[in-house]
């Protein structure tokens, strides 16, 4: 879901006038401005990631979509804010630790633990969160990556000071005219669909075989209140992800490019059909 986000976010900030985006990203006022609210800045907080990425079915899969979203997501107003007890490489790939550009880490027992969260050397350089005396330094925490080094205090919320907080911000938001989806009391009570009986309704008459490139246009044409901004590239990532390969294929009167065959995704598409396994979100990948 959250790289099919991106996806759109890209095609939406391509079309943005050249003196909006001097930068070649997302700046504050671009997302603030109600014209672009597709570009709106999103967080995304992943608490106790690990429960995700070591998921013996959607672990692996959903390391590679969010390395990819942290890569270039915050040049597109989309934020990923990861939180675990202990960033080791089996709960915290490389590839996505790496790729943490700030972090912060609260009391820990040692020099491992310290160096997991803040980096290698960080204990060595002096920033110890080991250190912490246990209940009186409860909140403060080392945080690096978004000036020089620095120990800052959090703050304890019970239930009750949330409950004022998110009353507060839903009156801000109600004032700017940008609540929406449950905010509103709006329900989602559509079924989940199925990428790939999607994308096999986009095939017409017999026609053997479709390039990605044209499954995106027909799904944003067709079913663009779902599929609205897809790429060929997204296309063929979430189709791959279901397992229906994708190679140089012809469509009638056209050149060989990347696509798929209509038998491929049949297959898959009548598999997903037979269980609840296999069915996803408008982004191809399955709810976890």
Known sequence: MLKAELDGRQAAFKKLPRDRKPDGK????????????????????????QNLLL??????????????????????GIVVVLSTQRPDKDSLPPKIGALAVMRFCLKVADQVSNDMVLGTGAYKAGYRASDFRRGVDAGLGWLLGSADPQAVRTYYLDLNDTAKIAARARAMRQAEGVLSGYALGEVDDTEQRSFAADVLAMFRGDEPNLHTATIAARLAEHLGGVYGGITQDAVASQLRQLGVEVKDVRERGSANRKGVARAAVETIAGAAGASDEGVAGPGGEADV
Do not use: I, Q
């Open 55 to 76: 998921h013996p079915k959607y672990g692996p899969a959903a390391a590679g979509d969010l390395a990819y979203v942290m890569r270039l997501g915050r040049a597109y």
């Open 26 to 49: 997302v700046t504050r006022e671009v997302a603030a401005d109600p014209k672009y609210r597709v570009l709106r800045l999103k967080f995304a907080v992943f608490d106790e990631v």
